[in-house]
C-alpha cells in the first residue's frame, strides 16, 4: 500500500511538472512559433489566439537541413472549407509565388517557402479574422497539406 501511495506520489508530482512545464497552448498571447523539418512535420497541430489581439504574429522556422527546392516549407492560413482547393490550386504557382496561386484571396495570410535554417515572421491584423472562425493553415509545397496542417481559433 505504501509503494502504491508512493508511485501515486510520483505520478502526480510527474503530472504536475509537465503541467507547468508545457506551455498553455501553442500560441502565446498574440504570437505564435511554430516549425517545420525534414520529415515534413510541423511542430504545431493548433493554434488558438485570443480575440483581444490586435495583431497575431506567426513566425515559421524551418529546423531541417533540406532545400526549399526538395522540402520547402511554408505557412498558408484560409479557412478551413477553402484549404484544399487554395492547396490544390497553388502546386501549378511554382516555388517563385510561394506555391499560392497569384492573387488567391482566400488567403488570408502566409508565410515565404522557408529551405532548412530559415525562418519567416508575419502579422495578421485582426480585422483580418472573424471570433469564431474555423481556420486551417498549411504547408502548399506539393504534397505537404495532407501532413503540414492545423487549426487556428481567434475568440
Ligand atoms: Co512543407
Redesign the pocket.
Known sequence: MKLKHTLLAAALLGANAFFFAAPASAADNCKAEIT?NDL?QYSVKEMKFDASCATVEVTLKHVGKLAKEA????WVLTSTADAMAVANDGLAAGLAANYIKAGDKRVIAHTKVLGGGESDTIKIPASALKKGGDYTYE?T?PG?SAL?KGKLTFG
Do not use: D, K
Open positions: 517545420g515534413m522540402m520547402g516549407h511554408n504547408c509545397f505537404h503540414m
